[in-house]
T-cell receptor, first 116, second 115 residues
Framework: DQQVKQNSPSLSVQEGRISILNCDYTNSMFDYFLWYKKYPAEGPTFLISISSIKDKNEDGRFTVFLNKSAKHLSLHIVPSQPGDSAVYFC???????????????FGAGTRLFVKA | KAGVTQTPRYLIKTRGQQVTLSCSPI?????VSWYQQTPGQGLQFLFEYFSETQRNKGNFPGRFSGRQFSNSRSEMNVSTLELGDSALYLCASSLVTGSGVNEQFFGPGTRLTVL
């Protein structure tokens, strides 16, 4: 049961243009959504997050949009740079009310290629 | 601050063997989670430890186990290895930010190959 889906395994974009990475989820109980970036031979690094009560969060070149009715979020990178070439993971986080802690579910990732 | 460290970085084992992976979280982080990453599957949650107790668990067989020590360092053990256990195993320590976001900091992973 894949609760978080990234349907595009890869995306290729020209330097300076916009990159749009998409993510769909099925559980409306998620509290937060996060994006992580992963370079080869490194662990994922946190990029940006958005609360389930918001519809937009912006941090420099990165903006995440959340459409709760469609259970869809997207990450926009503007302008795209060659250094942005990496695998991007969408993740959804749910706080456990009983045991405490958080459950974070990751999508399969989208590999972004930014061409110079 | 030093980041999350994982040892070893690479490991080759044969079917039926067991393996222990180690993770040292960022100083001050008490929560450690383990994930399995395989191509096309993203990161699959294995379990989370907090203050030496397993707090949450994913849908993996009992061959996968872990523990956490009083200094927050964690180990993950896989017994009776199968070919399908070949994967990148990632450890993450986490910090809940002031806004309530559970931000996870990942180590570089241990690449396990089962022959």
């Amino acid at each position: 049961d894949q609760q978080v889906k990234q349907n595009s395994p890869s995306l290729s974009v020209q330097e300076g243009r916009i990159s749009i990475l998409n993510c769909d989820y099925t559980n409306s109980m998620f509290d937060y959504f996060l994006w992580y970036k992963k370079y080869p031979a490194e662990g994922p690094t946190f990029l940006i997050s958005i609360s389930s009560i918001k519809d937009k969060n912006e941090d420099g070149r990165f903006t995440v949009f959340l459409n709760k009715s469609a259970k869809h979020l997207s990450l926009h990178i503007v302008p795209s740079q060659p250094g942005d070439s990496a695998v991007y993971f969408c993740a959804a986080s749910l706080k456990y009310r009983g045991t405490g802690g958080f459950k974070t579910i990751f999508g399969a990732g989208t590999r972004l290629f930014v061409k110079a | 601050k030093a980041g999350v460290t994982q040892t070893p970085r690479y490991l080759i084992k044969t079917r039926g063997q067991q393996v222990t992976l180690s993770c040292s979280p960022i100083s001050g982080h008490r929560s450690v989670s383990w994930y399995q990453q395989t191509p096309g599957q993203g990161l699959q949650f294995l379990f989370e430890y907090f203050s030496e107790t397993q707090r949450n668990k994913g849908n993996f067989p009992g061959r996968f186990s872990g523990r956490q020590f009083s200094n927050s360092r964690s180990e993950m053990n896989v017994s009776t290895l199968e070919l399908g256990d070949s994967a990148l195993y990632l450890c993450a320590s986490s910090l809940v930010t002031g806004s309530g976001v559970n931000e996870q900091f990942f180590g570089p992973g241990t690449r396990l190959t089962v022959l």
